[in-house]
């Protein structure tokens, strides 16, 4: 008997270990799942995405949390100023920087999808505040708004009481995150549907899902997520895709996943309108019935390219653009400077097609879908053949701001190495756009119609032209040129009428430096005003010279 009893408490020692490791891993799992259900059931309306102008009203009305989830290396390259860094993957390691649970937190990454993801992870352990930043830093800058690169520590303090183990599923779950932070690429899901069929999700509301989706894709609006786990895969290795609109809801979707303990989730990048913008199937869909193809008409054309451009209006900073470069990007560079100015030095790998010779230039840029980056000396003719290219039917054409000279002034290289420009067909364009393209190229004068502050300050005086700012509300309040009328680009061809209807009339317009202005005065002249020239290196080159400011 005594033999029996020991036996019994070899094998008791044996197995009630893992027997209490599967209790405790059954406690955890079910707490976490309560937690989902909790958090899934109260999602705040919008979700937390925050415009770029309703940042800047709230900087100045509370205090917010700027909290910067870029790697290290983008963070140093430019951020909002109070903003301090926390990667991504590090966040739940360091949540001893971050205030009480009822804080309000902006968090910032690039474009929006870290962000939402981590946005989404701190409202799991319990945050009650946390907005995302829509567009990320990338719409900050496009707003041409101040960024900084002199890193902000904030003082550590004591991480609020969470249950340990949400902590430590969200930390296995953000530092898990793989390269490219389990995003996909509408391109590369298309290409993987036709080989395999992951698991599709769409997350959008009822109403959104009744315009189309991604064949194949089960609805489960995220509003419900939580209460319809059932309806998905029990393999937790299961291949899940989840995808919304612009993937803001599909970065909640995949931590409520994550957590959940599937290994393979991803979030479509750009959701789906980033699957329409490459032109892919959209199923169930409402048919639409084909219209003949309607006249090119500049003003409509215009007026509804400046409603659809993205908060960047197309600009890239030379810091950005050096960062895709080093990351194995691989743009297009048109430099469209003057030979002799690209002779003297110019970005690796970049071919030169002059602006006057634009037309002609086509045929380097026979691919109307082409990632391409135009630069000039200054920001202002890269900004002129952007509108050009776009006006034609480009679409992925971006101007590097302040142009050639700033990217020197950065210290980054110049190239004197040969490039061969590799020649195609132009590309086919509507004849109207490119009649109307071909005129406002080959009317360009030298000095491509920019005006100095200093003889701009004398014409104020003796022969004042019509001066208009087309910068943000936030910029205006912060000081103006006296005289200027002030219509934001984003409004500037829904304003058209508030402009002299002498086309004749002298016009001046600026912004800071010269990007937005550049695209004003280049749609513009191609409307047939005759006398419009941008202020060259816009407000920042008149308030440097100490030229007069107004301020209300």
């Known amino acids: 008997m005594k033999k029996y009893a020991v036996l019994f408490l070899l ?33 705040p309306q919008g979700y937390g995405v925050t415009k770029v102008e309703d940042l800047l009203v709230g900087l100045t009305e509370r205090d917010i949390v700027l909290l910067d989830v870029r790697e290290p290396a983008e963070y140093e390259a430019g951020h909002i100023e109070g903003a301090f860094n926390v990667p991504i993957r590090t966040l739940a390691q360091n949540l001893n920087l971050l205030p009480d ?18 946005s989404a992870a701190l409202q799991f352990l319990g945050y009650t505040n946390v907005k995302i930043l829509a567009g990320g830093n990338d719409a900050w800058v496009g707003e041409e708004l101040p960024v900084v690169t002199e890193a902000f520590v904030p003082e550590a303090g004591t991480a609020p009481e969470i249950a340990p183990e949400l902590v430590e599923v969200i930390d296995a779950a ?34 959104e899902f009744a315009t189309g989706t991604i064949e194949g894709a089960q609805h489960i609006w995220i509003n419900e997520f939580a209460a319809r786990l059932d309806e998905l895969p029990e393999d937790k290795d299961a291949n899940i895709v989840v995808f919304c609109a612009s993937g803001y809801r599909g970065g909640i979707a995949a931590v409520m996943l994550d957590v959940l303990g599937y290994t393979n989730v991803r979030n479509l990048s750009g959701g789906l309108n980033a699957w329409k913008a490459a032109s892919l199937p959209v199923f169930g869909a409402p048919e639409a019935v084909e219209a003949p193809a309607a006249a090119f008409e500049p003003v409509a054309f215009f007026t509804e390219y400046v409603a659809a451009l993205p908060d960047t209006f197309g600009a890239v900073r030379p810091a950005d653009l050096k960062a895709e470069l080093d990351g194995g990007a691989t743009p297009l560079l048109v430099d469209v400077r003057t030979a002799d100015e690209y002779s003297e030095g110019y970005i690796a790998g970049a071919i030169n097609v002059p602006l006057n010779e634009m037309i002609a230039g086509l045929v380097y840029m026979p691919d109307l879908d082409a990632d391409i980056v135009i630069y000039c000396g200054s920001g202002h003719r890269s900004a002129l ?6 006006t034609l039917g480009y679409t992925n054409v971006r101007s590097m701001i302040s142009g050639f000279g700033a990217w020197t002034g950065a210290g980054y290289e110049a190239s004197q190495e040969a490039v061969e420009a590799v020649a195609g067909t132009a590309p086919t364009v509507d004849p109207a756009a490119l009649e109307l393209v071909s005129a406002f190229i080959g009317s360009i004068q030298p000095g491509y119609w920019t005006v100095k502050p200093a003889d701009l300050n004398v014409e104020l005086v003796e022969n004042p032209p019509v001066l208009i700012d087309v910068r943000t509300d936030s910029e205006w309040a912060n000081g103006y040129i006296a005289g200027a009328q002030h219509i934001t680009f984003r409004d500037f061809m829904t304003r058209l009428a508030e402009l002299p209807q002498d086309k004749a009339a002298a016009i001046v317009i600026y912004d800071n430096p010269t990007h937005r202005s550049s695209m004003a005065m280049a749609m513009l002249r191609m409307l047939g005003y005759e006398n419009v020239r941008a202020l060259g290196g816009g407000f920042g080159a008149w308030t440097k010279a100490e030229l007069p400011v107004v301020t209300d």
């Open 11 to 43: 094998i008791a020692a044996l197995i009630l270990p893992g027997v209490m490791v599967m209790a405790q891993e059954a406690a955890v799992a079910d707490a976490v799942s309560e937690r989902v259900t909790e958090w899934g059931s109260a999602l």
């Open 174 to 207: 953000l530092s898990g995150l793989p390269e490219g932070f389990a995003l996909v690429s509408a391109t590369n899901l298309a290409a993987e549907l036709v080989e395999t069929t992951p698991f599709l999700v769409d997350v959008r509301s009822n109403d």
């Open 101 to 118: 649970l009822n804080a309000e937190i902006m968090v910032i990454c690039k474009g929006g999808a870290r962000a939402a993801y981590a």
């Open 385 to 390: 053949a952007m509108v050009a290219l776009n």
